[in-house]
């Protein structure tokens, strides 16, 4: 509570690194402009809720859920920096192994260090499929890599 922040890229980050090291996804959700269309206020949230609780009612009418993991923010006015007025931690979900936080869609795709490695180790000929094989030994197999092959064929073609 009370962290500033210097723009909502910067709070982004710093959330995103968060619900990474700590296994859950976030989006981005609610935003408030002011007059001169500026971003006043903003909220990140994580995505994922109770979806199958509206498969057991009998009415089965969807109302509004409430996000339990979340970081809402305000423009200060007289600094315009970004401040953290509430932040909740809890999750109606089971938080995911750490193995498989990159195989969310959000972390999903190659770092700028694996890109940094396939582009050396493509300079030196080695073929697409031998470094697929020699990132996954690196990663301990395919759960943890975060990108297929199809993805790192298509970056080596770009």
């Known amino acids: 509570m009370g962290m500033k922040f210097a723009g909502e890229e910067a709070t982004y980050k710093f959330y995103y690194a968060y619900a990474k ?4 996804a976030i989006r ?5 402009y002011s007059s001169n269309g500026e971003v006043k206020r903003r909220q990140f949230v994580d ?3 109770s979806r199958f609780q509206h498969f057991i009612r009998d009415d089965r009418k ?3 859920r409430p996000f339990l993991a979340r970081l809402c923010l305000k423009v200060d006015p007289i600094t315009s920096r ?7 931690e809890g999750h109606k979900h089971v938080l995911c ?3 498989y936080v990159p195989l969310f869609k959000l972390y999903y795709g190659l770092s700028d260090g694996e890109k940094a490695q396939v582009d050396s180790l493509h300079a030196y000929g080695i ?5 697929m094989g020699y990132m996954m030994g690196q990663k ?3 759960v943890g890599m975060g990108f297929n092959k199809k993805d790192l064929f298509n970056y080596i073609e770009q």
């Open 62 to 64: 969807k109302t509004h």
């Open 47 to 49: 995505p994922i809720t």
């Open 127 to 131: 073929r697409s499929c031998q470094i």
């Open 21 to 24: 090291f700590t296994s859950f």
């Open 28 to 32: 981005k959700d609610e935003v408030r």
């Open 82 to 88: 970004f401040q953290v007025v509430s932040f909740w």
């Open 97 to 99: 192994e750490p193995n």
């Open 140 to 142: 301990g197999g395919p």
